[in-house]
C-alpha cells in the first residue's frame, strides 16, 4: 500500500512540476516493478564466489566418422522387474546418414554392467554381418569401453562377453572403440529404451525408426 501512495504522490508532481502524465497501466506496472525490487533487497540473491562453483562439463554433440568409416553406437536398458535387457544400436557413415539400426528385447539377468557388454557385442555383430570393415564403437558405459580395450582383468559373465566381442573386433580390417558422453547417446539410448516395449528383434536397414525420427534431425 505505501508503494502504491508513494507513486501516486509521485505522479501527482510530475504532473504539476513536469507536465508529464503517466498512465494508470504504466503506473501499476511500475508498482509492480517497485515490489519485486523491494522484495530482492529484503531476500537477496546469495552469489556463490568463482572458484566455488561447480564445474560442469560442456555438453557434447555427436561426430560423424571419417570417411570410409562406420560409426556404432550402442547402449542398453534394464527392466529389472521383468528381467530384460533393451538394447539399441544405431550406424551412421561420414556423412551422418542411418544405414541401420537394431533393437533387442532380451531376457537376461538385469545387471547393468553384463547388459551393457551384450549390447555391445550385438552392435559388433550387426556391423559384422551387414559387411562393414572400418568401425568406430561408441558406448557410454565407461566400464566395458576399457574392458574392450584390454584394460585390466575381467571374469564372470560380462568377462566372456567381452572375450567374444575382442574376437569379432579382430576380424575387421581397422576398429576403434571409445567412451562417448550420455549426450552424444542419445540416439542409442531411446532406441534401447523402445526396444523393451517390442518381442524380440528388430534390425531395419537405411530406416528409421520414428521414435528416433526427430532427434536426428539434430544429430546426437
Same mark, same amino acid.
Given at each position: 500500500?505505501a508503494v502504491v ?56 554433440? *555427436?561426430?560423424?566418422?571419417?570417411? @570410409?568409416?562406420?560409426?556404432?553406437? *550402442? ?9 530384460? &535387457? ?9 556423412? @551422418?546418414?542411418?544405414? @541401420?539400426? $537394431? ?14 557388454? #551384450?549390447?555391445?557385442?550385438?552392435? &559388433? ?7 562393414l570393415r572400418n ?20 571374469? @564372470? ?5 567381452? &572375450?567374444?566381442?575382442? =574376437? ?6 581397422? *576398429? ?22 517390442? =518381442?524380440?528383434?528388430?534390425? =531395419? ?5 520414428? #521414435?528416433?525420427?526427430? $532427434? ?5
Amino acid at each position: 500500500m505505501a508503494v502504491v501512495t508513494w507513486r501516486l504522490w509521485k505522479r501527482r508532481n510530475e504532473v504539476i512540476f513536469q507536465n508529464e502524465f503517466t498512465s494508470p497501466l504504466s503506473l501499476m506496472k511500475q508498482v509492480n516493478q517497485k515490489l519485486q525490487d523491494l522484495k530482492l533487497l529484503q531476500h537477496p540473491t546469495q552469489i556463490i564466489p568463482a572458484m566455488q562453483e561447480e564445474r560442469v562439463e560442456p555438453l557434447q554433440v *555427436w561426430k560423424a566418422p571419417p570417411y @570410409g568409416y562406420y560409426k556404432i553406437n *550402442w547402449d542398453a536398458a534394464v527392466d529389472h522387474k521383468n528381467q530384460r &535387457v533393451g538394447i539399441g544400436v544405431i550406424i551412421r557413415d561420414s556423412d @551422418g546418414q542411418v544405414i @541401420g539400426t $537394431m533393437r533387442k528385447n532380451k531376457f537376461l539377468n538385469p545387471d547393468p554392467h553384463l547388459a551393457e557388454a #551384450c549390447a555391445a557385442l550385438h552392435a &559388433v555383430l550387426l556391423g559384422s554381418n551387414i559387411g562393414l570393415r572400418n568401425i568406430f564403437l561408441e558406448g557410454d558405459a565407461l566400464n566395458v569401453v576399457n574392458a574392450i580395450n584390454g584394460v585390466g582383468e575381467h571374469w @564372470g559373465q560380462a568377462g566372456m562377453v567381452i &572375450v567374444d566381442i575382442q =574376437e569379432i573386433l579382430n576380424c575387421f580390417n581397422s *576398429w576403434f572403440v571409445a567412451y562417448s558422453q550420455r549426450s552424444t547417446n542419445q540416439v542409442a539410448h531411446v532406441l534401447a529404451r523402445n526396444a523393451l516395449s517390442i =518381442e524380440g528383434e528388430l534390425i =531395419e536397414l537405411e530406416e528409421i525408426p520414428s #521414435c528416433i525420427i526427430s $532427434m536426428l534431425q539434430n544429430p546426437f
